[in-house]
């Protein structure tokens, strides 16, 4: 009786599940998706018509996306500036601003007529003209109603029917067909990896769990045969492997260049006629980028240039020696409310940009590095959308763009103006300006630049604001910190030592020894009653901070400042790096 009632109940159960599965996976199959009776929107393999905040507009011969879903969809940073009513888009070394009250869009230097949209309180583009910014191609079916967008850098698989196929709104032969397709049709196919398709969640070891679990497996075994596919129309559905022939590549993703590791020097020199620290003979070891100081920003915003006969020959020199030249952009004297005035206005940011790329062009530079500081923290939206505005004008003409910033911790004028995010997404390379550790005007005394602290914020910069790693330069400095301390241990004061001058410090020590966890050379002395203190930058530390490029993969190490240096350390540079 015991063995008839279980059979009873396997019967009961099965027959239970097969209800259940009609009316879960296949009955509301044949229900419409709701969305017929407007246009579909397709990105790639996924319908994202229910997710949009807008809809899909059709208008002179363009197809209308509302901005939010620009932003989500497609790049976070085009943006709508309110002052002046136009909308920014950036990507791929173009720049669009469409002037909403002119009805026109200028597209680098190109002006044409293409009004936006306003509609419930969205703002909606023609996405027809960003297709090279964004990698995209936009293209509109009017028999199934659907503008499908298709990423142009990424893989495609494609397959020939070879038979008259259904596609399918779900993984079995009972689901809603979509779209009929004949024989010898060509479908793009997205292959599912076998993870996605693996529910690990384990049923419990009773005989409803064991039945339950042999059910799903049969549905995992009848899915492997199933593919995603699209057809040319638009529709999204799927198809049995069988119908299908050879699935091929169509097209490759785009490949990632590998990058040379940059080891960057900067060259200061005050904001005057160049007077560069090197003669046509002097070759830097271990060098392949020079950033000297040929521009400054003025209290009116616009760049003061400071080459000169000095510089042409510094140009003259660094190209003959096969440095790329990446001028620094310096903001050293502008005061927070001018940096805000400039920053702010999309119009004074384009003329600041426009006078960056002209002195580029003159020169034949290979890129620009901006070093601002004395940013307010409110105002760091407004600095990163220049960084966001420059970005495609420099790399229409093959420049390379990197910003310098401070570590990610600090007060809000020093470090919390910074979007390393942003920058790091938008920019060619994020200069970490690795020292100034310990506040030389605090009470505080200690390291410049301690490598535990360089890691650290090495750390900060990959795991809390998602900066590749490939993209970081780590900024060593070529100077220490001497401390004057009083008898209670706070400060009395310090100095900046450049390394080729340590020297006469060095011989005055009383104590010195290695520092494990700074991985620097630590002396101290005592003079009319105070401890001098200095946490020593040389060849050893260096050499412990050059490790973390390999360690951490990164884009490479540059150098503060030309001229502090002992000769020797160039030797170790090459050594480390290439």
Request: proline share 2%; net charge neutral.
């Amino acid at each position: 009786m015991k063995i008839v009632r279980n059979i009873i109940i396997v019967i009961l159960v099965l027959l239970l599940l097969g209800v259940i599965g009609f009316c879960i996976c296949i009955a509301p199959n044949y229900k419409k998706s709701g969305y017929e009776d407007r246009t579909n929107l397709v990105i790639n393999f996924r319908n994202v018509t229910g997710t949009m905040k807008g809809e899909v507009i059709r208008e002179n011969g363009y197809e209308y996306v509302s901005l939010d879903d620009i932003n989500n969809y497609f790049d976070r940073y085009t943006y709508y500036d309110s002052k002046y009513n136009y909308i920014i888009a950036t990507g791929n070394g173009h720049i669009a601003c469409f002037d909403i009250n002119a009805g026109t869009v200028k597209i680098d230097n190109n002006t044409v007529n293409a009004k936006i949209i306003e509609k419930d309180n969205l703002k909606y583009i023609p996405i027809n003209l960003l297709e090279d910014f964004y990698d995209i191609k936009v293209k509109y079916n009017e028999s199934t109603n659907i503008v499908a967008i298709e990423s142009t850098n990424t893989e495609l698989k494609a397959a020939t029917t070879n038979t008259k196929v259904s596609i399918k709104s779900k993984q079995t032969n009972f689901s809603r067909t979509l779209e009929k397709v004949d024989k010898g049709s060509t479908v793009y196919v997205k292959e599912v990896a076998e993870s996605e398709n693996t529910d690990s969640t384990p049923e419990p070891q009773t005989l409803k769990g064991k039945i339950i679990r042999w059910y799903n497996n049969m549905k995992k075994k009848m899915s492997k045969d199933w593919v995603t596919v699209r057809t040319e129309n638009g529709t999204i559905g799927y198809v049995n492997k069988k119908s299908l022939g050879d699935i091929k590549v169509v097209r490759e993703a785009a490949k990632e260049v590998e990058k040379a590791k940059v080891s960057l020097v900067w060259d200061y020199f005050e904001n005057t006629i160049a007077t560069p620290k090197n003669d046509s003979n002097t070759t830097y070891k271990g060098i392949n980028v020079v950033s000297p100081s040929f521009m400054f920003v003025d209290e009116n915003g616009n760049i003061k240039e400071n080459v000169g006969d000095s510089g042409l020959n510094y140009i003259s020199w660094a190209k003959s020696k096969g440095y790329e030249i990446w001028s620094m952009v310096k903001c050293d004297n502008l005061l927070t409310d001018n940096m805000r005035s400039m920053l702010s206005d999309y119009k004074k940011r384009e003329s600041l940009i426009n006078q960056i790329i002209q002195i580029c062009q003159k020169y034949s530079f290979n890129g620009v590095n901006i070093d601002m500081e004395n940013i307010n923290q409110s105002d760091k939206e407004y600095f990163s959308r220049l960084i966001i505005e420059l970005k495609p004008r420099l790399e229409s003409l093959g420049m390379k763009l990197s910003v310098d910033v401070t570590a990610p911790d600090g007060s809000p004028n020093w470090s919390l103006c910074y979007d390393r995010k942003t920058i790091g997404d938008v920019a060619d390379y994020i200069v970490f300006m690795a020292y100034d550790q310990t506040s030389k005007n605090g009470s505080r005394v200690g390291s410049n630049a301690s490598i535990e602290w360089v890691e650290n914020n090495i750390n900060k910069f990959i795991k809390n604001n998602e900066v590749d790693s490939r993209k970081i330069i780590v900024a060593i400095p070529f100077f220490s910190r001497m401390w004057k301390v009083n008898s209670d241990g706070t400060s009395a004061g310090s100095f900046d030592i450049n390394m080729n001058k340590q020297d006469k410090y060095l011989a005055k020590a009383t104590k010195k020894e290695w520092l494990a966890d700074a991985c620097q050379n630590y002396i101290e002395y005592v003079e009319n009653g105070f401890t001098y203190k200095m946490w020593v930058e040389d060849e050893e530390s260096v050499s412990k901070k050059l490790d973390l490029v390999e360690q951490y993969n990164l884009g490479g190490v540059a150098f503060w400042e030309k001229g502090c240096e002992t000769e020797n350390i160039w030797n170790v540079v090459e050594q480390k790096l290439f």
